[in-house]
Structures are given as C-alpha cells and as structure tokens.
C-alpha cells in the first residue's frame, strides 16, 4: 500500500508544472504555511481558491498531506457570480409564499437538538445509527415509502420516496454525519438535515406532477461515500435519469452577512441565476453563485449531469467552529437557517409542479 502511494505522489509530482493551475480544498485543514511557500494564489473568491506553483523543480518538497487537497483546474474553468450583480426576480406567487409561512422554527429547533445530543454522528457509531432511525421514522410517519441503503457495515443512507403524477423527481438532499466531536456538528450538518426534514414535512401535505426524494446522506465526512452510493445505484436501476433537480444543504446556519452561496458546475450556470431570483424574490438573501462544484454531496450527482446546487453558508465568512468541538447549537443563526430554508422550499415547489 505504501509503495502505490508514493508511485501516486510521483504521479503528481510529474504533473506539477509552472503556469498551471490547482482548485484547492482545504476540508477543514490549515495549510497556508505550506501554499505560500510552493504556489502563488490566482484567484480567491466565493468557495473557489486558484493556484499556481511557483517554480519548476523541488516538487519532492511539497507534503503530500498537501498534495490530496489539490486538484488541477483548466484556466478560466472557475467562475464566481457576486451579489450586486445578481439582482433579477422571479415572478412573485402567493400560493408559494402561504407554505413558506408555515416553515416551522420549533420544528427546526428540535431537529437540531436532537442531532446534535448525539454523543457523536460519525459514520458507524451508535449515535450516528441512531440518527437512520430518527430520519427513517419521522419520513415513515409523513407517507414516505423509505429504505436505508447500506453501504458498508453500520453505515446507511435514508430514503424517502414520495410518487407525483409523472415518473419524474425533484430530489433533496443533506448529510447527517459528522466529524465525531462529542455532541457537536450543528452548523455541519445537523443544520442541513433539520431543514431536510422540516422540507420533508411540508411536502408530503400536498400532491405534485413530480415525485418527491428525501434523501439523508451518510459518510460525507468520509469522502461523499452515501452520495457516491447512491448515485451509482440509482444510474444502474434507471432512477438516477427520471432526476430532474436536486438540491444540496451542508452548512446552512452561520452568517453575519446575509449572503448565501449557491454552487454547481458551468453547465449549470442558468439554474444557479434562476435559483439566485427566487433568493431575491422570496428570502432576505443575498445570493453569491460559485463553480465549478467541490467538496460535498452535490458532486456526484454533477457529475452525471443532474441539474443541480448546493446551497451553503458565505465560505469566506463560514463559521469558525467548522469540524471543531465548538460546533454547538448556540453558535447558530436560526433566522439565516430559516431564510435558506424558504429558498430550497420555493425553488422545490417550483420545480416539482413546472
């Protein structure tokens, strides 16, 4: 195993060249002493940081611990969208806004404390298992037909299926894992999977054209493991094509700005502008559209080509408890939480009766 590894770091080492350049993830790590002394930065704006190298030679000196969090972008690939130039508006509807008020913050609320009681919801232990079940009977007692899709020992995903008049679905989606720290992850992601199943609620009291997908995620702290699962089980059985949107919530409650990022890839450009009017239309929000797409559940489906978005927390603002112990319920901004809610829930009803 060793010796693939450092063939795999050869590899890169080969594919380093100066006037290329790397999207850099950093997933909760600190490695800025390391970027300033081997790349120069290009670009950092939105979620997106662009990288060049430096010089030729002495790429043996870069850690690979830095290596993994590096990904090599084509030239003028990224694109960030700012709010003062996202400024356009949808059509107002009444229909639509009388079941945004009936969103639920004491719902919301105790979600989140529930979750985060959990003496940890990483991915195989007791707390996490407990969460499935949670999930698994609030979506059971709202008329979804649901399954847990195991994919590996003591880690599954919960799915919630609600039929429309068409063969079609709208699918939304968050993660419940967390990195493990003792009764934390609220902001990351018991923010995301409240408003997953506050989402749920709501739309099991009303029929549409399209069918309806709960989809609660599994070991996105792990590598997108239940995202990557069921993508590939769902293109296999032919669910994954009748897909036609989705949304993606992961860290959805620490803002001091009012600014929420939108993300996807390039080929969806169009549908991050229509979800950043309805942002203007129906929430306090001001949108930011980020691409391409990286580090969380919306990748997967991305890249098979389902349109789609995540929407998160301002990355440059994001909360500074992310994967730390300190990740706690009070850290939260619940009206934020509540405004990214009403979006997800405009664009949904949207989608599911066009």
């Known amino acids: 195993m060793k010796n693939i590894l450092w063939f795999i770091y050869i590899l890169f080492f080969i594919s380093l ?14 490695f800025s002493r390391e970027l300033n002394k081997f790349f120069e930065p290009v670009f950092n704006k939105g979620r997106m940081q662009i990288y060049r190298i430096k010089k030729e030679g002495g790429f043996k000196e870069i850690p690979p611990s830095l290596l993994g969090h590096l990904v090599k972008i084509k030239k003028n690939q990224w694109k960030v ?14 229909s639509t806004q009388s079941i945004l008020e009936k969103i639920s913050e004491k719902n919301v609320r105790e979600h989140l404390e529930f979750l985060i009681e959990r003496s940890s919801r990483k991915m195989g ?61 609220a902001d990351d992601n018991a923010s995301g999977a409240s408003a997953l199943l506050e989402m749920g609620r709501l739309l099991s009291e009303k029929s549409f054209k399209r069918g309806v997908i709960i989809f609660a995620t599994n070991g996105e702290e792990d590598g997108l493991l239940g995202s990557k699962y069921f993508v590939k089980k769902a293109e296999s059985s032919g669910l994954l094509r009748k897909i036609s949107f989705f949304i993606n919530m992961d860290m959805i409650s620490w803002n001091k700005n009012g600014i929420v990022d939108i993300e996807t890839d390039r080929d969806f450009e169009e549908t991050a502008r229509w979800m950043s009017s309805i942002a203007n239309t129906y929430t306090t929000l001001r949108p930011e559209i980020t691409m391409p797409a990286w580090g969380s559940d919306h990748v997967p489906f991305l890249k098979k080509g389902v349109p789609g978005v995540l929407t998160i927390e301002h990355w440059k603002t994001k909360s500074p408890c992310y994967h730390k112990s300190c990740d706690k319920l009070d850290t939260l901004n619940i009206p934020y939480l509540l405004e990214i809610i009403k979006l997800n829930m ?8 066009e």
């Open 125 to 185: 232990t007791v707390g996490n298992h407990e969460t499935v079940n949670y999930i698994e009977n609030f979506l059971k007692n709202y008329g979804y037909r649901t399954k847990r899709e195991c994919f590996k020992k003591n880690a599954c995903n919960v799915v919630g299926i609600k039929k429309g008049e068409l063969d079609e679905y709208v699918l939304i989606e968050a993660h419940f894992d967390s990195v493990g720290a003792l009764k934390a992850g």
């Open 346 to 353: 405009a664009a949904s009803l949207y989608k599911l009766s």
């Open 17 to 30: 060249a100066k006037g290329e350049y790397y999207r850099f993830d950093p997933h909760g790590r600190n």
């Open 81 to 94: 969208i700012s709010p003062e130039n996202l400024y356009e508006k949808i059509p107002y509807s009444l």
